[in-house]
């Protein structure tokens, strides 16, 4: 396992003034796991997704999957 750091991000859709989580997807190929924190507490625990059930929920959300809010 490499000593790679997180290079977190928002989506691009994230324009509600900071609510809102990061990931880092350039962990995914390393670790096998997609990091998720919120936005607002950087420091707090960071959720480790598996990269599989990640890309998963965002074929979810991209075809309508789960409804709208």
């Known amino acids: 396992m490499t000593n790679e750091s997180p290079r977190w991000f928002t989506s691009s859709y994230s324009s509600n003034g900071g609510n809102c989580v990061e990931v880092a997807a ?3 190929a390393s670790h096998g796991t997609i990091p998720v924190r919120d936005s607002k507490r950087p420091a707090a625990a960071t959720l480790n997704v598996p990269a599989a059930s990640f ?3 965002i074929t979810g959300v991209k075809t309508g999957a789960f ?3």
């Open 26 to 28: 350039n962990l995914a």
């Open 55 to 57: 890309a998963s929920f």
């Open 67 to 69: 409804g709208t809010v």
